[in-house]
């Protein structure tokens, strides 16, 4: 099975990439949603996968075990992935918005022409101490 | 005990601002007490240190690497802090009376005392990493003084300038600490001491050599590394007295004395040292003789003086390092006097440039006294502490072979130049005709006479009372930088031996000097003019032509495009993708296709075209939804695979992250077509593919390996056990790991937070202005508006 | 999105979904749930209310400003694990109290449950307040 996701975790990556490389600013945006869920299937997979049992202890049993038969799926990555969904989605809420605050000041959403904080032409040196 | 008194200087340095604005310019004289409370606690050392003895403490700081807070005090650390502390104390003073009324004498009081500080630290630290952290301090420390009056370029330059050559320098030292620790396998200096054989021995002992001697080399400006000396004379008179008599230039004396008997005797030490030095004394000299300025001539004797200090070591016979030694001391009290005497004359007369100052013994009697004492002293007239130096180099250098006598040559024509410096400042602004100077002049307050009058006495005082001063300092220093216990006599009168016969023409010379002096100075004038180019200006383009190489550099680096960022970045994150894997040969074994539930080809097919749809999507609508639907089928995967918990947190995300992008898509255009070229499109999705490529090879082979399930094997167990919880990773989450999630909280919490502002902050009037407005507009307008 | 079936069940569904997600919160320590999921289904009924029937009523609802709810919740979960220096342990340290109460029920109390009711708070806050603000801007 990680064979398959192996394989879609390099199409997410592959996907996300061509897009962060446009110019285009909302296509970079998407890029950037894509590549959290990319990351998140990477980790998910490197956990390896378990088919059905989810990381819950029985009732009546005192422990769990995450090898050989009746093995519950790995809890540590499900845990690095559950924040990082959050985070990533707060991450890609406030890039949003600055995406947007970006667009409204400069109006392009093409980042060849944002170049407020690097213009064209190149800084003076400075001269002297 | 010792390792306190050392942070009382910079304790003292906190309050000093506040207690210059409670009593003003007197501030000083509180101030003052630390280095006398300082020079008391020493004097307990002195009965010990007499005898020989030799004084350990150490706090452990860095215990496992060796590195401890740990101090050494014996005969060459107690005189060099007494010198620290005792001229420290005049020059506190006389701070207090030079800057009297400037808008900030506390600020320079409070660098002052910290510099004391660290010079104090530096020189009875006897872990070198100890060592090393006061030697640089000294450096930034010196850089605040010399750049105390900050808003001249000239006072940027030098300051800056000091710390570039001492802090390389410096950086350069700790390097060769590092090897010597390493070889040594100590970083204590009383420990290193047994040590020199095995330190010598080593095929890595020139490296040490070169490493050590780069940081004393800069540190005591030896040539070609002295121009900072000469500048720093941009700083306040006070701070040029104290830097360049007895401390921060004396630094690289002292670390060369310290490692005498560790790193000297061998064939290397005898001939760069001497070399350098002896460079280091004419240049010094004949740089000193052309100048008019009395502070330049005195920082240019300094260098000199350096120069035939470091000769002297670098001969390393038991008479040569009785010379030095007492040069070092007596140099310090001249020199210490000398530049406080110049700054004198400059306060109250208005100028400095020996030419246009005469007479004014009758106007500032008790400074001329003082100026002519410390002058005989650096004249080596009997009976001064300079005269017993001089002896003892001359001593030292007129018996040996072919090599000595050339030293030799070389100190008496040193000495005589420096002769002349020092008779013509002392003389020529007191004596003869009477020149009207731009200020109206009058002596000097009692703090400002105070330093130089007590500091040229002492230059007296100390050469008559030997009886008491030879066993109780003199002797104890030198055995402490021969390493062994070294036997000496000294007399003000030896009898007429080669010594004196080579004193008498040196005096001679000086004498000639001094009278040919205006000739002299054009002659040397005219050399230097026409040689046209010297470290100083190197240091110039040095620093010019690297602002020029960072400027094409960055340009070059940051074109401005995101576009060439983001290629660059992922261009290197496939090639370290990939690369490792045509380089060592290994790749993912042929994989296995297990055979699939017919739901997960469901879900996988919906995550594939859901990826596809997103990239090829023409309308914002359909990339919109094509998120949502892989979204959704991440969801479902992680529901096919055993987490639930990460499938309902994903759900929601999906649900919020569809509002919101509906939220703020609809307020832009997303452009129908992806306006690539075909050449830039293929160039982006070969990186693209590369990178894809790379992880997907990278997790099959991370999967086709062995897993280190311990961790997870660890919650497992205890997570009903210990945290009565059932759920493991929620008990990871809140329970075994709540401080990871602390920190993940917080990174939500601020990005909702920066998010709102960027909302909600806008500049006022609410217009918000298109790009070629803000372009054509002015910068701070674009400040404000952005 | 002004159609009159959302504006009419969003109250409902809204109420209907914090209370599952305040149940997903406190059940997260045994089933799976917790203050990450809770937050997130909070987050977007408050989201979906302000695009039913605008954000006057969600801020109303709310009555605290989103930004200081999720403070606030930084604040309980930093505390949370404050307690731990009283019993001398490591800071964050999970400490469990099980006090009886009439009619034989017992409560389990721990400083985890705090921490996740603060982790919970932090995510509506935080996210509410994006998306009113976002929603607000027309």
């Known amino acids: 099975?990680?064979?398959?996701?192996?394989?879609?975790?390099?199409?997410?990556?592959?996907?996300?990439?061509?897009?962060?490389?446009?110019e285009s600013l909302i296509r970079m945006l998407i890029g950037v949603a894509l590549m959290g869920n990319g990351v998140n299937l990477l980790i998910f997979t490197a956990g390896r996968i378990t088919r059905d049992v989810p990381p819950i202890i029985a009732k009546g049993a005192a422990s769990a075990q995450v090898m050989g038969d009746g093995a519950i799926a790995n809890p540590l990555p499900q845990a690095l992935i559950l924040t990082a969904i959050v985070i990533s989605f707060a991450l890609l809420a406030f890039v949003l918005v600055l995406a947007y605050r970006a667009y409204e000041t400069t109006g392009t959403d093409d980042t060849a022409e944002m170049r407020l904080s690097e213009p064209i032409e190149p800084a003076h040196l400075p001269k002297g101490y | 005990m010792i390792g306190y008194a050392v942070l009382t200087p910079?304790?003292?340095?906190?309050?000093?601002?506040?207690?210059?604005?409670?009593?003003?310019?007197?501030?000083?004289?509180?101030?003052a007490l630390v280095p006398a409370f300082i020079c008391y606690r020493l004097v307990d050392y002195i009965p010990a240190i007499a005898k020989g003895e030799r004084v350990l403490e150490s706090h452990a700081w860095l215990d496992g690497f060796g590195i401890n807070y740990s101090f050494l005090v014996d005969g060459l650390s107690l005189t060099f802090a007494f010198l620290i502390a005792g001229i420290g104390f005049f020059i506190v003073l006389y701070s207090g009376g030079y800057l009297k009324g400037h808008k900030h004498l506390g600020r320079f009081l409070a660098t002052l005392l910290a510099f004391m500080g660290?010079?104090?630290?530096?020189?009875?630290?006897?872990?070198?990493?100890?060592?090393?952290?006061?030697?640089?301090?000294?450096?930034?420390?010196?850089?605040?003084?010399?750049?105390?009056?900050?808003?001249?370029?000239?006072?940027?330059?030098?300051?800056?300038?000091?710390?570039?050559?001492?802090?390389?320098?410096?950086?350069?030292?700790?390097?060769?600490?590092?090897?010597?620790?390493?070889?040594?396998?100590?970083?204590?200096?009383?420990?290193?001491?047994?040590?020199?054989?095995?330190?010598?021995?080593n095929e890595l002992y020139t490296a040490v050599f070169w490493l050590v001697m780069a940081g004393a080399f800069t540190k005591s400006a030896q040539v070609p590394f002295h121009s900072w000396l000469a500048n720093a004379m941009e700083a306040p008179t006070p701070v040029s007295a104290y830097l360049h008599s007895a401390t921060m230039v004396k630094?690289?004396?002292?670390?060369?004395?310290?490692?005498?008997?560790?790193?000297?005797?061998?064939?290397?030490?005898?001939?760069?040292?001497?070399?350098?030095?002896?460079?280091?004394?004419?240049?010094?000299?004949?740089?000193?003789?052309?100048?008019?300025?009395?502070?330049?001539?005195?920082?240019?004797?300094?260098?000199?003086?350096?120069?035939?200090?470091v000769m002297m070591l670098g001969v390393g016979s038991d008479r040569a390092i009785e010379g030095a030694v007492?040069?070092?001391?007596?140099?310090?009290?001249?020199?210490g006097a000398l530049f406080m005497v110049v700054g004198t004359v400059d306060h109250e007369a208005g100028t400095r440039q020996i030419t246009k100052l005469g007479g004014l013994r009758s106007a500032m009697p008790i400074t001329a006294l003082a100026a002519g004492l410390a002058a005989l002293s650096m004249c080596g007239l009997p009976p001064f502490l300079g005269f017993l130096a001089k002896e003892s180099i001359y001593h030292a250098l007129s018996h040996g072979g072919v090599f000595e006598w050339s030293l030799a040559i070389t100190a008496i024509i040193g000495n005589a130049l420096m002769f002349g410096v020092a008779a013509s400042i002392a003389i020529r602004p007191f004596m003869g005709r009477w020149i009207d100077p731009p200020k109206s002049v009058h002596e000097g307050s009692l703090m400002l006479v105070l330093g130089p009058v007590v500091l040229s006495l002492i230059g007296l005082v100390s050469a008559l009372s030997l009886s008491f001063m030879q066993p109780h300092f003199f002797a104890p220093m030198i055995s402490a930088v021969a390493g062994?216990?070294?036997?000496?006599?000294?007399?003000?009168?030896?009898?007429?031996?080669?010594?004196?016969?080579?004193?008498?023409?040196?005096?001679?010379?000086?004498?000639?000097?001094?009278?040919?002096?205006?000739?002299?100075?054009?002659?040397?004038?005219?050399?230097?003019t026409f040689i046209g180019w010297g470290p100083d200006k190197g240091f110039d383009q040095a620093i010019t032509g690297l602002t020029w190489f960072a400027g094409r550099f960055t340009n070059a680096l940051q074109t401005g495009e995101i576009r060439t960022y983001m290629r660059t970045t992922f261009l290197i994150t496939a090639l370290a993708l990939l690369v490792p894997m045509f380089v060592l040969n290994i790749w993912p074994q042929a994989p296995e296709f297990p055979k699939m539930r017919p739901w997960e080809i469901g879900v996988f097919l919906f995550l594939t075209l859901g990826v596809l749809q997103v990239v090829l999507a023409r309308t914002r609508l359909t990339a919109i939804v094509s998120i949502g639907v892989q979204g959704i089928a991440v969801a479902l995967t992680f529901m096919m695979f055993g987490a639930p918990d990460l499938s309902f947190t994903q759900f929601m995300v999906e649900t919020l992250s569809v509002v919101i992008l509906a939220l703020v898509l609809t307020r832009l255009r997303l452009m129908r077509i992806d306006r690539r070229s075909v050449g830039a499109g293929i160039i982006d999705g070969s990186i693209a593919l590369g990178v894809g490529v790379g992880m997907a090879s990278l997790l099959m082979l991370v999967t086709q390996g062995p897993l280190d399930l311990r961790l997870s094997e660890f919650f497992s167990t205890h997570s009903y056990a210990i945290a009565h919880g059932r759920n493991i990773v929620n008990v990871i989450l809140v329970d075994f790991r709540a401080l990871d999630t602390l920190g993940e909280i917080t990174v939500v919490l601020i990005a909702g937070v920066s998010a709102l502002a960027l909302i909600r902050v806008r500049p006022s009037g609410d217009s918000t202005p298109g790009a070629k407005d803000l372009i054509q507009s002015d910068p701070s307008t674009k400040e404000a508006s952005s | 999105?002004?159609?009159?079936?959302?504006?009419?069940?969003?109250?409902?569904?809204?109420?209907?979904?914090?209370?599952?997600?305040?149940?997903?919160?406190?059940?997260?320590?045994?089933?799976?749930?917790?203050?990450?999921?809770?937050?997130?289904?909070?987050?977007?009924?408050?989201?979906?209310?302000?695009?039913?029937?605008?954000?006057?009523?969600?801020?109303?609802?709310?009555?605290?400003?989103?930004?200081?709810?999720?403070?606030?919740?930084?604040?309980?979960?930093?505390?949370?694990?404050?307690?731990?220096?009283?019993?001398d342990v490591p800071y964050l340290t999970g400490l469990w109290w099980f006090p009886k109460f009439s009619g034989g029920i017992e409560v389990p109390l721990s400083t985890p449950l705090f921490f996740d009711i603060g982790v919970w708070l932090v995510v509506v806050g935080s996210l509410v307040s994006i998306a009113l603000a976002l929603e607000e801007k027309d």
């Open chain 2, 326 to 335: 007492l040069y070092l001391i007596a140099h310090s009290f001249f020199k």
């Open chain 3, 1 to 87: 999105m002004n159609t009159l079936i959302l504006r009419t069940i969003a109250p409902t569904l809204t109420s209907l979904m914090v209370i599952y997600s305040i149940i997903v919160l406190l059940s997260g320590h045994n089933q799976p749930g917790g203050g990450f999921i809770g937050g997130l289904i909070a987050a977007s009924a408050f989201a979906l209310y302000g695009i039913a029937c605008g954000v006057g009523p969600v801020r109303r609802a709310l009555y605290f400003h989103p930004i200081a709810i999720s403070g606030f919740g930084m604040l309980l979960a930093g505390l949370s694990g404050v307690v731990s220096f009283y019993k």
């Open chain 1, 1 to 22: 099975m990680e064979t398959y996701l192996s394989l879609i975790v390099g199409l997410y990556f592959a996907a996300s990439v061509y897009l962060l490389l446009s």
């Open chain 2, 10 to 31: 910079f304790i003292a340095a906190l309050f000093a601002p506040v207690l210059v604005r409670l009593f003003g310019h007197w501030a000083a004289w509180i101030l």
């Open chain 2, 484 to 528: 062994r216990e070294v036997p000496i006599d000294l007399h003000l009168w030896g009898g007429v031996n080669t010594a004196l016969v080579l004193s008498v023409i040196t005096v001679g010379l000086g004498v000639a000097v001094f009278i040919m002096m205006p000739s002299l100075r054009k002659s040397f004038d005219q050399l230097l």
């Open chain 2, 251 to 309: 630094a690289g004396v002292y670390l060369i004395m310290r490692t005498t008997p560790i790193l000297g005797g061998t064939d290397l030490w005898e001939t760069v040292l001497p070399i350098v030095g002896g460079a280091t004394l004419i240049i010094g000299t004949i740089l000193a003789v052309r100048d008019t300025d009395m502070k330049l001539m005195l920082a240019y004797t300094t260098v000199a003086s350096l120069g035939l200090l």
């Open chain 2, 118 to 201: 660290s010079m104090l630290g530096l020189v009875l630290a006897d872990n070198l990493i100890t060592l090393f952290v006061f030697w640089e301090a000294t450096s930034i420390t010196s850089f605040l003084l010399i750049g105390f009056d900050h808003e001249r370029m000239a006072s940027r330059r030098s300051a800056l300038q000091a710390l570039i050559i001492t802090g390389l320098g410096g950086l350069v030292m700790l390097a060769g600490f590092a090897l010597m620790g390493i070889i040594g396998g100590t970083f204590e200096l009383s420990e290193l001491f047994t040590k020199s054989d095995v330190i010598k021995g």
